[in-house]
């Protein structure tokens, strides 16, 4: 390779490094930026809802507490006989590696 090419991959390879560094450093303070705007905005609507509750709630000593509560739910039906294809894969790989092996034990111990 000659020094001129070395050069050019140089400046290729810094151009891709630096395009990425950046990248990095823009999404980091994009999702800063957006955390912080989430954040204002619930203490905005709790500043809201609290204001209009009635003058009993105001008083009490306890904060008020509030949840949300994410609920997933998965169904999963297995038919009868099915094998899943992780264990399909699995046992068609693992003939590779014990299928010649396991095929002599077999016919040695018919034979005998």
């Not at 630096?18 to 709790?46: C, D, H, N, P």
């Not at 039906?77 to 099915?82: S, T």
């Not at 264990?87 to 790989?93: F, G, Q, V």
Request: charged share 30%; net charge positive.
């Amino acid at each position: 390779m000659k020094l001129k090419e070395v050069a050019r991959w140089n400046l290729r390879v810094s151009l891709v490094y630096a395009v990425g560094i950046w990248t990095m450093l823009g999404a980091y303070a994009y999702l800063q930026f957006k955390k912080k705007r989430e954040k204002a905005m619930v203490e905005s609507s709790t500043e809201i809802s609290t204001a209009t509750l009635p003058q009993e709630h105001e008083t009490s000593d306890e904060p008020q507490k509030k949840t949300k509560k994410h609920f997933m739910e998965e169904h999963v039906v297995v038919k009868e006989g099915f094998i899943p294809f992780s264990s399909r894969i699995y046992n068609y790989a693992k003939s590779f590696y014990d299928g010649s092996s396991h095929h002599s034990t077999e016919k040695s111990n018919s034979e005998k």
